[in-house]
T-cell receptor, first 113, second 109 residues
Framework: DAGVIQSPRHEVTEMGQEVTLRCKPI?????LFWYRQTMMRGLELLIY????????DSGMPEDRFSAKMPNASFSTLKIQPSEPRDSAVYFC???????????FGDGTRLSIL | QKEVEQDPGPLSVPEGAIVSLNCTYS??????FMWYRQYSRKGPELLMY????GNKEDGRFTAQVDKSSKYISLFIRDSQPSDSATYLC?????????FGKGTRLSVIA
């Protein structure tokens, strides 16, 4: 079975540019999560969806961040405009029925210059 | 005080050693406890899951939860070089997972 698929794997862009990260969850999973991982702060939950509906976006750091889930098989995390402090690894995860057994993608390594 | 505290390591042990990884937490509302393993440049993967105090065993891995002390542990027996990774504890209350920062483990052949 295919796992959670994220694209791109790496993104390097200049400050001020728009960045779009993409995620395809595991088929049949009804929860989708976006995380950010840095050395300083560890793994932080940004937002999560249940059945395509955003449930909690309290982890989204600023209005520059937005996330959508137009259907059960696709989600995006957008940063506009990007800043150097947004540099991190962004993970998408999905799960079925509850929060515990989450399946993670391999992440997008984002560098903002 | 942070909700979940985990010693970042790094922890370096010889092959075959018993490894003990630990987390403490402050919120007694946490109900479920997980350990995730993360290899370099990969996403975390679920290793162990438990919801009650006591021990749970899976092969070389044992997860231990002490809710009265707000302390959880992961033991790895007969450690192998392939166990070299970062281990993250995670906990659930009424909202999704809260992760520790992870402990980096190296098992030296």
């Amino acid at each position: 079975d295919a796992g959670v698929i994220q694209s791109p794997r790496h993104e390097v862009t200049e400050m001020g540019q728009e960045v779009t990260l993409r995620c395809k969850p595991i088929s049949g999973h009804d929860y989708l999560f976006w995380y950010r991982q840095t050395m300083m702060r560890g793994l932080e939950l940004l937002i999560y969806f249940n059945n395509n509906v955003p449930i909690d976006d309290s982890g989204m750091p600023e209005d520059r961040f937005s996330a959508k889930m137009p259907n059960a098989s696709f989600s995006t995390l957008k940063i506009q405009p990007s800043e150097p402090r947004d540099s991190a690894v962004y993970f998408c995860a999905s799960s079925f029925r509850d929060f515990s057994a989450q399946h993670f993608g391999d992440g997008t390594r984002l560098s903002i210059l | 005080q942070k909700e979940v505290e985990q010693d970042p390591g790094p922890l370096s042990v010889p092959e075959g050693a018993i490894v003990s990884l630990n987390c403490t937490y402050s919120n007694s509302a946490f109900q479920y406890f997980m350990w995730y393993r993360q290899y370099s440049r990969k996403g975390p993967e679920l290793l162990m899951y438990t919801y009650s105090s006591g021990n749970k065993e899976d092969g070389r891995f044992t997860a231990q939860v002490d809710k009265s002390s707000k302390y959880i542990s992961l033991f790895i027996r007969d450690s192998q070089p392939s166990d070299s990774a970062t281990y993250l504890c995670a906990m659930v209350r009424n909202t999704p997972l809260v992760f520790g920062k992870g402990t980096r483990l190296s098992v030296i052949a």
